[in-house]
């Protein structure tokens, strides 16, 4: 599960939660989040090379681009980036890096 805050006047206010499937299964795990703010945009990376990406302006549980890094199914995030037209994902067992134009959902590289 992810939950998103909001820095209100009076503290933090709860602004959206996403569920990601049940907790005991390795592919629906979250293993990364980045936010790029100025878009609105969450990326989120799970076990197992998918990584999803949400507007974070609406209220909507519903990812706008999913993208797969390989078919690895015990591909292991440790760290991603976002911005405006890039992402990245780096990750162990096996070791790879992921880049895609993540709006068109074009992979330009991997090494794994």
């Known amino acids: 599960m992810v939950r998103l805050y ?3 006047q009076h503290g933090f206010k709860l602004r959206h939660t996403w569920q990601f499937g049940d907790p005991q299964q390795q592919q629906t ?5 980045d936010l790029l703010p ?5 990326a989120v990376a799970l076990h197992g090379s998918k990584c999803m990406f ?3 302006s609406k209220n ?7 993208l797969k890094g ?3 199914a015990w591909f292991v995030p440790d760290s991603i980036s976002l911005s405006r037209d890039y992402f990245a994902v780096s990750g162990r067992k096996p070791s ?4 895609w134009k993540w709006r068109k959902g074009v992979r330009l590289s991997n090494k794994v």
């Open 70 to 72: 390989g078919t690895h």
């Open 60 to 66: 909507s549980t519903e990812p706008i681009q999913v």
């Open 54 to 56: 949400y507007d974070i």
């Open 96 to 99: 790879a890096v992921f880049v």
């Open 29 to 33: 795990k979250v293993e990364c989040i």
């Open 6 to 8: 909001e820095n209100k």
């Open 38 to 42: 100025e878009i609105n945009i969450m």
